[in-house]
């Protein structure tokens, strides 16, 4: 079973993956930055706490001169742990019992976290001094104090885990939000994807029209894929209408030689005729069915040719044959019909050389071109036959004197069925597949044919063949004069 | 009766002309459109038999500018292709029948025959003029039960006139239905075999059927038994 993967629900968890990547880290940077802001307020509320207590030692108004604790207008929080003590240990209030804390003696404010209890409370010892009379002429008498003060962190953690937790929510909420809409917008934007398998699915054998809806073509993404689906149905598209117009002119062709061999004998048995009669009318049937017969043959080997040669032998090495005996063969073929109408058919060749066709092919190829030239040809003219062998390539050209070719019969002179002179009748024209044989000959063995206009008049027909050099390489020249 | 038979493949129309010709009727052919065309609308025809696809001018065409001229002559189109639409949009065109090659010759000539028919207002094969009667398919003419030998061109002639009762038909108009371009055209032959005709159909002092209107042409009676 093949997976399917979902390009949606791919982006929609790469995005929610990412954001949940970022919101982690955010998190991460938060928290810390939290703690540190909320630990500065922390600590700055010990410290006031700390110097309202400093500030609430009192003289006692004795002659010892002494400092008391005078807790009224100092504000302490309830769970608040803390000791005053003057310089000589004597404690001057506490509450909930501190632990005692070493430290040097430094007028900087020092914090501890210590556990008290069950509890963690962070502690800020603060060394202050505190002058009693300091009016009297020895200065007054300096008590140092010390206090204690801590308040349990669990306040700080608190806040801490308050900040995390609504960030925490916002962007669970967030990315909540954010898979609705990605779904949303992704599924929107593949739209053109679903309008275009829409149209791609309307196309069926009877109607290749295909014009990729105009969302495809505005998404850049699907640009490439419209334009390939669009050119790739048309060129379907354009081999099938040629097939089809093979097909049906194929028909045409094959009935109307029916049709004719079908009368000839139908007015033969239309009334008692005499011997002679018979003889001249079985005569004339048995050549109308000539004709047709080759219409088959010639339609038969342009399906046989235009079958992939790997079906047809691919275990036999290709066959090779003498592409000069081959042109001269044809040029004896056609020798009857050049001297009916005194036409010249001269052969330019330098040396030999193999082509990869069987001989059959190669005559059939020669004397097809050789031919076309010859009807094209007027009388009295001259046909020329050039073979010219290059690095594993042969050109071989045929030059009439005729009128030339149109420019729109040099496109579709290939195809089955064409007859350049839409006013010339089936009498002299053939059936009109000599030509299409050619080209599938060339084309089989991976060559080219192709008709031009000869610059001095007349058109001229190159079939470019890969080749293999024969022996003697000696140029020759030949002349076969038709007489 | 004149056929006009537009074909550019050489042999199918010789051989449909051939057959034509043995069954009595006069056969012009053309091998292109254009020429066919031309032909057809000399209007001296009593039937056209047309090839779809055409040198120069397609059948359909030819056909179209017939029935632009308003020209009735009926129309038989032959053709290779055999799709409905064709065939509807040929006789949504103006053509009468149609045959798909390859054609039975038989029933080509029985189809052709049957337009000419019908384009005269006849409906059988059989043509009855008061006691005279004369079978198309046969060829054969009989008169009060006796069968008359009739020469190919009287009969023709008879054939004509018949598909035309009391009508003046002029020796022109027997000239161009009865004779294709291969004949040579010669009024008095014209006349030479009237009286023949006339001759052979008098059986036992019956009335005479064919009326000479001098310098206008010929007419069959009907009823002149009475």
């Known amino acids: ?483 | 009766m004149r056929v006009l038979l537009v074909e550019d493949e050489q042999r199918l129309a010789e051989n449909i002309v051939a057959a034509l010709r043995e069954t009595g009727l006069a056969v012009d052919h053309a091998a292109d459109g254009e020429t066919g065309s031309h032909l057809a609308e000399q209007d001296i025809y009593d039937a056209i038999v047309l090839d779809l696809m055409l040198p120069g001018k397609n059948g359909q065409r030819v056909l179209q500018d017939l029935r632009r001229r308003k020209l009735h002559t009926p129309v038989l189109i032959l053709t290779a292709q055999e799709n409905k639409e064709s065939v509807v949009s040929l006789l949504n065109a103006g053509a009468d029948d149609y045959l798909s090659k390859p054609f039975d010759l038989g029933e080509l000539l029985a189809r052709i025959k049957a337009l000419i028919r019908r384009a005269k207002g006849v409906s059988t094969p059989v043509l009855v003029v008061s006691d005279l009667e004369l079978n198309t398919v046969q060829q054969t003419v009989s008169r009060r039960g006796r069968s008359l030998d009739l020469s190919p061109t009287e009969y023709r002639i008879l054939e004509y006139l018949m598909h035309r009762p009391r009508a003046v038909v002029s020796q022109r108009e027997l000239l161009e239905h009865l004779y294709d371009f291969d004949w040579e055209h010669h009024s008095n032959v014209i006349e030479a075999h009237i009286s023949n005709l006339r001759r052979k159909l008098n059986v036992n002092g019956s009335e005479p059927l064919i009326e000479t209107l001098r310098h206008r042409g010929y007419r069959l009676r009907e009823g002149g038994a009475q």
């Open chain 1, 1 to 483: 079973m093949t997976k399917s993967v979902s390009i949606t629900r791919r982006l929609v968890v790469t995005v929610l993956f990412l954001e949940l990547l970022s919101a982690v880290a955010l998190i991460g940077a938060i928290t810390v930055h939290e703690w540190r802001v909320q630990l500065k307020v922390f600590d700055a509320s010990l410290v006031a706490t700390a110097e309202s207590l400093m500030g609430a030692v009192q003289d006692t108004e004795d002659e010892a001169d002494t400092v008391m604790l005078d807790m009224r207008g100092v504000r302490v929080s309830k769970d608040a742990a803390f000791r005053v003590e003057d310089e000589r240990g004597k404690v001057l209030g506490s509450a909930l019992d501190p632990p005692r804390l070493e430290t040097e003696a430094s007028g900087t404010p020092v914090f501890r976290n210590i556990e008290v209890g069950s509890q963690g409370y962070r502690f800020l010892v603060l060394k202050g001094l505190r002058i009693v009379d300091p009016g009297q002429p020895n200065g007054g008498v300096q008590h140092s104090i010390t206090i204690v003060y801590g308040t349990p962190s669990r306040h700080l953690w608190h806040e801490v885990f308050e900040a995390i937790r609504f960030f925490a929510i916002a962007t669970a909420f967030l990315m909540g939000i954010t898979a609705f809409v990605m779904a949303w917008l992704v599924r929107k934007g593949l739209s053109p994807v679903h309008e275009l398998a829409r149209e791609a699915e309307r196309i069926s054998s009877s109607d290749w029209q295909f014009h990729a809806p105009i969302s495809a073509k505005e998404t850049v993404e699907l640009q490439p894929l419209a334009a390939a689906l669009e050119a790739a149905l048309a060129r379907l598209q354009r081999s099938f209408e040629q097939q089809r117009r093979f097909t049906s002119d194929a028909a045409h062709e094959l009935k109307t030689d029916v049709a004719i061999v079908k009368s000839s004998l139908q007015l033969l048995s239309m009334r008692k005729r005499t011997l002679e009669e018979y003889g001249q009318g079985l005569a004339l049937s048995l050549e109308d069915f000539t004709r047709l017969e080759s219409t088959v043959q010639k339609m038969l080997t342009l399906a046989r040719l235009e079958q992939p040669p790997e079906s047809c032998n691919s275990s036999r090495a290709p066959q090779y044959c003498s592409l000069r005996d081959t042109i001269e063969d044809a040029v004896h073929q056609s020798k009857p019909f050049a001297e009916l109408r005194s036409i010249e058919v001269r052969m330019e060749f330098t040396g030999d050389v193999k082509v990869p066709i069987d001989s059959r092919d190669a005559l059939l190829l020669c004397s097809n071109i050789l031919l076309n030239a010859l009807q094209h040809s007027p009388e009295g003219s001259t046909v020329i036959i050039a073979v010219h062998a290059d690095e594993g390539i042969v050109q071989l050209t045929v030059r009439d004197q005729g009128e030339g070719i149109s420019e729109e019969d040099r496109a579709s002179v290939f195809e089955p069925f064409y007859r350049g002179d839409p006013s010339r009748s089936r009498k002299s024209g053939g059936t009109g597949l000599g030509l299409s044989i050619c080209k599938a000959i060339s084309e089989r063995v991976g060559g080219s044919i192709e008709i031009a206009n000869h610059p001095a008049g007349g058109a001229i027909v190159t079939v470019r063949l890969p080749a293999e050099v024969m022996a003697s390489a000696s140029t020759l020249s030949s002349s076969l004069k038709a007489e």
